[in-house]
């Protein structure tokens, strides 16, 4: 019984060898197939090239649909490739107020950009290979969520409301196929230069604008009581919210002015972030709700206008006390 038994066990064994030198010559053969497969689709056998496989860039997608093909960023990181900046990246955010020239006797008359002079600033923005993006799109960004594309990204804001930034700013972006952010005020605005209509509003949404708001007047919140303050921050983007069916997520210090107790209410209020006056570019890393941003005044050259934002990409110095 016994050399039965070890008879038994040296077949059994033998089988289980044969079994495994089987299942082994079968995995050669499917890694040998799986290879030959990569090696057609790689070599023109296929659909797709190693250079289409590794290097497709996606276009640059703004929030009204355009799609834009862009140069590749000077500051992009071997992680994002050839399709953008990383996702560290710092970005500029200009802003813009009056498109028009100066009135006589304006309070304020380096807040005026001409019609001629801004439109020569975008085309030498685009001929920079700066892409205009929203800043809710740059938050999604930001966050690993949208792309933007190939080229360097930049945040166009236009604060108060003026209707200028309708007549004259809104066909210069459309040529271009570029969006920006409207940062309204519900009230106020100065009788001689007007404000925008709920149907012109309407119409910036449409083309691919982000609405965001200063608040009702454009009032100083750091001297506001909490009554007041709840309704020039809380209110006004519950009224813009139902209003015009958008999100309302940012909002834009009127002046500059604020403290802890504006950036708390600002934060209750359900925005994601907010907007100052302090130059500097925007870096990701920083106070969602103390977003730098680079003022464009009246006079500013094209050229002028790019050695701005190149000069300034650093550390922001201390707050500007220029009224807005």
């Not at 060898?17 to 995995?27: I, N, Q, S, V």
């Not at 020239?101 to 600033?121: H, I, K, M």
């Not at 792309?147 to 271009?176: C, E, H, M, W």
Request: net charge positive.
């Amino acid at each position: 019984m016994h050399s039965e038994e070890r008879l038994l066990r040296r077949r059994d064994a033998s089988r289980a060898a044969r079994r495994r030198r089987r299942t082994a010559a079968a995995l050669v053969l499917v890694a040998a197939a799986a290879a030959a497969v990569v090696l057609v689709a790689t070599s023109g056998g296929g659909t797709a090239s190693p250079s289409r496989i590794h290097s497709r860039a996606p276009s640059t997608a703004s929030a009204g649909g355009r799609s834009h093909q862009s140069p590749a960023s000077p500051g992009a990181s071997s992680a994002a490739g050839a399709t953008g900046p990383a996702r560290s990246t710092p970005v500029p955010i200009l802003m813009y107020h009056v498109i028009a020239p100066p009135p006589a006797g304006a309070p304020f008359p380096g807040l005026y950009v001409t019609p001629s002079e801004f439109a020569a600033q975008m085309h030498a923005l685009r001929d920079a290979g700066w892409r205009p993006t929203t800043l809710d799109r740059l938050a999604s960004y930001w966050r690993g969520g949208a792309t933007l594309g190939a080229g360097k990204p930049i945040v166009l804001t236009f604060d108060n409301g003026y209707q200028s930034q309708y007549t004259q700013a809104l066909p210069v972006l459309r040529g271009l196929g570029w969006v920006a952010d409207e940062n309204i005020q519900l009230s106020g605005l100065p009788p001689s230069q007007g404000g925008l209509g709920e149907g012109e509003v309407r119409e910036l949404v449409a083309d691919g604008w982000e609405l965001d708001t200063q608040g009702i007047s454009h009032a100083d919140l750091v001297a506001l009581d909490p009554e007041a303050l709840h309704y020039q921050v809380a209110v006004a983007r519950e009224t813009l919210r139902r209003r015009y069916h958008v999100p309302v997520n940012w909002f834009c210090y009127p002046s500059g002015h604020y403290n802890a107790a504006v950036i708390a209410a600002v934060r209750a209020a359900g925005y994601v972030g907010s907007t100052t006056v302090i130059p500097g570019w925007a870096h990701p890393g920083e106070d969602p709700y103390r977003l730098h941003r680079l003022r464009v005044l009246g006079g500013t050259s094209p050229t002028a206008l790019l050695e701005q934002i190149a000069s300034s990409q650093g550390e922001p110095p201390a707050p500007s006390s220029y009224g807005a």
